[in-house]
Each structure stands twice: as structure tokens, then as C-alpha cells.
């Protein structure tokens, strides 16, 4: 059975929906950003990041692209990505990388408080940035659904759709404003808050409700 280390509304967000869409069985462990930050959590993710999955041989996994990547894999038969091997799933990991690397950066990079920035005037600038790299990164995405959509895989929903989601509830400057400008990202995220098997997950995070 998996474990999942987990804050609400942190990057377990994506890992914790999966499992529920998948209906695995795995453990909850709900963790403070107190209990992340402690040394004891480095021996599982060495960066001290979230999300971790424990597997069922002690071993830990990190790095979210990573662990969704691993779980489609694991089990295909769950329907979340393409076959693994086909070229529709190459398809998927170029889209799931180009989230993982460009859009979470960006993101983040908006953070206040910032590693980048050494003081306020700098913050505010790279805050700048952000939302400009983010706009340029989301109408990419607005435009791949306007045109394969309901899904960034066409017609089938996928984990690729849920890693895309949690990056929608962080956005720069904030999910209603983003939705405002590219109406495929709102209709898109409004798709994934209403299945049904993410409810309670998405309650337990507080992000039914688009960001304002």
C-alpha cells in the first residue's frame, strides 16, 4: 500500500487526486509545513519537498511529475494515460514535463519571499515575471484545449488534466483572474472540480472554489 505524505493545497495536491481517481488503496498522512521542514523529512525527499510516496518495499519516491508518471505506469489498467510505451503516451509526458518544468517554475517563482530576490524591489519585479511567463505558458495550454479539447489529451480525461488543474488553483495573480482571461482554462478547470471521486479530496484541500 502507498503512503502519501500530504499538505492541503500543497504539490500532493495532484498525487492525492490521482489516487483517488485511480481508487488504489494508500494511507493519508497529512503533514504541517512545520513537520516538512524538519530534518527527519529530508530522509525521504532530499529537498524537503512535497509531495513523497512511501512504497511497499520502504523505499520513498519524490518529485510530482515523477510519482504520477509512475503511477499510470504502474497501473495502466486505470485508464489515467495512454499506454505506456505508444506515442500518445510520449504525447502526455512532453505535456506533463512541459507543466512540471516551465508552469510550476513559473509559479513559483511568484512566491513571496521569493529564493531569487534579494530584496523587496526585486520580489515585486520577478513577481512580475512571473505572471507574464504564466500568461504566455496558459494561453499555450488555452489554445490546446480550444483546439483538442474537453482534455489536454483530446478526448480522454487524464492525470495530465489533474497536474494542470493544481497548477490552475496557484495561478499568478489568481485563479479568477486567470479564468477571466482564458475562458478554456475555466471551463476546463470547472470539468475537473466536478468529478465526482475528487469531491472529498478537493474539500479536505479547500480548493473547490476557484481562488480570488
Known amino acids: 500500500m502507498y503512503k502519501l505524505y500530504n499538505v492541503k493545497a500543497w504539490g500532493s495536491m495532484c498525487v492525492h487526486f490521482l489516487l483517488e481517481e485511480m481508487d488504489v488503496p494508500y494511507t493519508n ?10 530534518p527527519e523529512f529530508r530522509a525521504l525527499s532530499p529537498l524537503g519537498y512535497i509531495p513523497a ?20 505506469t504502474a497501473h495502466p489498467d486505470k485508464g489515467l494515460a495512454p499506454q ?3 506515442d500518445d503516451y510520449g504525447e502526455f509526458l512532453s505535456w506533463l514535463h512541459f507543466l512540471s518544468t ?3 517554475v513559473a509559479i513559483n517563482m511568484g512566491d513571496a519571499g521569493n529564493y531569487y530576490a534579494r530584496n523587496t524591489t526585486e520580489e515585486a519585479f520577478i513577481a512580475g515575471k512571473s505572471i507574464e ?21 483530446g478526448e480522454a480525461y487524464s492525470a495530465l488534466d489533474i497536474y494542470a488543474f493544481m497548477l490552475c488553483v ?13 475562458p478554456a482554462i475555466a ?4 470539468a475537473v472540480r466536478a468529478r465526482p471521486k475528487l469531491k472529498a479530496a478537493l474539500e479536505a484541500h479547500g480548493v473547490m472554489e476557484p481562488r480570488s
Not at 510516496?53 to 503511477?71: K, N, W
Not at 511567463?133 to 489529451?153: D, Y
Open 29 to 38: 498522512i497529512w503533514m504541517t509545513p512545520e513537520q516538512v521542514a524538519a
Open 187 to 190: 471551463k476546463f478547470a470547472q
Open 102 to 104: 516551465n508552469l510550476y
Open 53 to 72: 510516496l512511501g512504497l511497499s518495499d520502504g523505499r520513498t519516491l519524490f518529485e510530482s511529475a515523477a510519482i504520477i508518471s509512475f503511477l499510470v
Open 84 to 86: 505506456p510505451g505508444s
Open 133 to 153: 511567463k504564466c500568461n504566455q505558458l496558459w494561453s499555450i495550454l488555452a489554445h490546446r484545449l480550444e483546439t483538442e479539447g474537453p482534455w489536454l489529451m
Open 170 to 182: 496557484w495561478s499568478r495573480p489568481k485563479e479568477t483572474v486567470v479564468h477571466a482571461e482564458f
